[in-house]
């Protein structure tokens, strides 16, 4: 009896089966056209008329890009943890970040820190232009200052111990042996485990970014400004670059 219960079962879920593709394959399906595949290669013909029309507005970005805003006599690189490139970014984002906190808030940043998967290429030696900047930079992150307490900032410091990234810092000296953490100051002094620290950074990081989950303990104050746009102004404000290749991070013994 079970035997024909189930073939049963099995018969009707046959005859189901076959209705639904029946009504679907009925559903409009004559109305489906085969299109033909353009394949985006050097073979494909530009649209002159399209061509035509945005060209004035690429003259015009053209232009814009290709404008000169700084010098460097070096490569700036970066590669290495404490790379010339990432030095710099991270004094910008520190010197603009200050000049922000100290009209708005009336307090001044301690340190910055940015990530070195956010430079996305190097700048070679010789002139910079805006597009360079737009290269390194092409993300919309903005600038955010954390507060933290002395306290809170074990964790910072614990992250780059663990992770011995050669993510970029301005004011900042870590020390580690061996991955284990041996020095760490904030504008060559020690940390007050009681006082109020102003930490430059992304919102990106200040979100969590790249496991910087020790942020998440300090309180996010937006200030409205790009870090590309930041970058920019300072190369401007300076026709000649130069990095500062002091050391920050401090990995001995590094794997």
Known sequence: MKNKFLLLGIALAALSACKTASSVSSMQLTDVKTQKNISINNELKNDGEFVKIIEPYKQKLDKEM?????HTNVDLTKQG???NLGNLLADYTFDGADEWTEKNLQKNVDAALINIGGIRTTIGKGDIWLKSVFEVMP???EVIIVKMKGSDLQGLFDYYAKT???NPVSHLYIETNNG???KYLINGKAVNATQ???????DYLALGGDNMKFFSKGESISTGIKLRDLFIDYFKKNPEVVANTDVRLN???KK
């Open 139 to 141: 993300f919309e992150n």
């Open 66 to 70: 290709n404008q000169k805003i700084s």
């Open 164 to 166: 011995q990234v050669n």
């Open 81 to 83: 943890d404490n790379s």
């Open 180 to 182: 284990q953490l041996t």
């Open 251 to 253: 990995f001995i013994g």
């Open 196 to 202: 109020d620290y102003y930490i430059a950074t992304s």
